[in-house]
């Protein structure tokens, strides 16, 4: 059975650095990213990493401060989250698609396994 794990959120003070991995098993994954919903909002796009792990794409609001890596022999996908503001309080969400995609997608729609979430709150 195909399942995405998410670990390492917490309570973070601005400013400070988290780093979130994600563990696969099950199958191989092609494209995998991370989301993220805060309270009341709607669940949006953070950052997504191809098969080969060569290719990323980070969302505008992360961009220079969070960045995603991959781990093929571990089948772990990690997002290293540094100079968080307090708007960076979510829950994020690994999720995973199972082609290898020539472009990266941003849809949560097109991810079709997800992991269970994994809280991150940061102070003022």
């Known amino acids: 059975q195909a399942q995405l794990v998410e670990s390492g959120g917490g309570l973070v003070q601005a ?11 099950g199958r191989t994954f ?14 949006e796009f953070v950052a997504a990493i191809g098969w080969s792990g060569d290719s990323t794409k980070h969302a505008d609001s992360v961009k220079g401060r969070f960045t995603i890596s991959r781990d093929k022999a571990k089948n772990t996908v990690a997002l290293q989250m540094n100079s968080l503001k307090p708007e960076d309080t979510a829950v994020y969400y690994c999720a995973a698609r199972t082609s290898v995609d020539s472009y990266l997608i941003s849809s949560a729609g097109s991810y079709y396994y997800w992991g269970q979430g994994t809280h991150v709150t940061v102070s003022s």
């Open 30 to 43: 092609g494209t995998m990213g991370w989301f993220r919903q805060a309270p009341g909002k709607e669940r």
């Open 15 to 25: 400013g400070g650095s988290v780093r979130l991995s994600c563990a696969s098993s």
